[in-house]
């Protein structure tokens, strides 16, 4: 049920996951799963939900295993959507009541943001639909906002069944029970984007390198130097372990919101040193994970 998308390390697309050839939709923030199980039982589309939260997810695996047409991908909006699909892969996106963030202090994390919709346009097909409810006053005005300016999408009249499914779920009962104003964008895409955010994910496996003329002193020395930071990621030292004839380096590694903690093996046989993945089958190998191998290596 689980898209484990981190063993490929590169863009999918969804259609490979699923046995039959339908429609792909994918909603963003599932939480407890109510939105994507009503849809499901009305449309024939292939599903998949978007989700951060380890307790969703436990809670998604046990409701929503029994149908062949639901995936889970475990991930972060923002970084989904801007590397996870291939170009022109989904049909439709639905979020449904997102956390609005209202807080000025909590501007950055609102994932709903100009950039975001550009995302959405990549990975979206040609007349590809999107569908919000939110019941935030503030979060509906700044979604206007971004619509004025953004060119690939044009308004419509929302699908009446899409509006009662929305409202079926617990925060829509939950809402409407306290008669909360609801706010509602129905997108159609009108025009292609390219993709102007770097690539973070690479398609490429590690394996190890080899130090030769291994001086451990030094190596340390240069471990704890590694320190990257700039507009799109941050890369740290942060710990080293040691063994007798091994040791094992940690660094703290976030490129956009993907954050990693990266942890490598070091065996040392007489003047050499070879350097793996302590968590090969765990670690993502994206651009900044081979920054720090390169730093090491050199």
Same mark, same amino acid.
């Given at each position: ?12 697309d ?10 792909? +939709? ?8 109510d $939105?994507?199980?009503?849809?499901c ?5 292939n ?5 951060? +939260? ?12 029994? &149908? ?38 909590? !501007? ?7 950039? $975001?919709?550009?995302?959405?346009? &990549?990975?979206?097909?040609n007349?590809?639909? @999107? ?21 690939? $999408? ?23 029970? !306290? ?32 130090i ?24 740290? $030292?942060?710990? @080293? ?7 094992i ?31 090969? &089958? ?14 090491? +290596?050199?």
């Amino acid at each position: 049920m689980i898209i484990e998308w981190q063993k490929t390390g590169k863009p999918i697309d969804p259609a490979n996951f699923f046995p039959f050839s339908r429609k792909t +939709s994918v909603e963003i923030g599932f939480g407890k799963g109510d $939105f994507i199980e009503n849809y499901c039982k009305v449309y024939r589309d292939n599903l998949i939900g978007i989700e951060i +939260s380890e307790y969703s997810l436990r809670n998604a695996i046990k409701r929503l295993s029994k &149908y062949n047409n639901i995936k889970i991908l475990k991930s972060e909006a923002f970084f989904a959507i801007g590397h996870l699909f291939r170009k022109s892969t989904i049909d439709k996106i639905f979020i449904i009541f997102p956390d609005p963030w209202p807080k000025k202090r909590h !501007y950055k994390k609102r994932f709903l943001n100009s950039e $975001f919709f550009d995302r959405l346009a &990549y990975v979206l097909k040609n007349r590809g639909k @999107i569908f919000i409810i939110t019941d935030e006053k503030v979060l509906a005005e700044n979604i206007n906002k971004i619509l004025q300016k953004n060119q690939h $999408f044009s308004l419509k009249k929302p699908p009446v069944k899409y509006i009662e499914l929305a409202k079926n779920t617990k925060y829509g009962k939950k809402w409407r029970d !306290y008669k909360k104003q609801f706010f509602i964008f129905y997108l159609v895409k009108v025009k292609g984007i390219k993709k102007y955010w770097d690539d973070i994910l690479t398609g490429k496996r590690f394996d190890h390198i080899l130090i030769e003329d291994f001086d451990l002193k030094k190596f340390i020395k240069k471990a704890k130097g590694v320190f990257i930071k700039d507009k799109s990621k941050f890369i740290s $030292f942060k710990n @080293i372990y040691r063994g007798e004839r091994n040791f094992i380096l940690e660094f703290i590694l976030k490129e956009e919101t993907l954050l990693q903690n990266i942890f490598l093996k070091g065996e040392i046989l007489e003047k050499k040193c070879v350097i793996k993945s302590l968590n090969p &089958y765990n670690t993502i190998f994206t651009k900044g994970f081979f920054e720090i191998v390169n730093a090491l +290596s050199l």
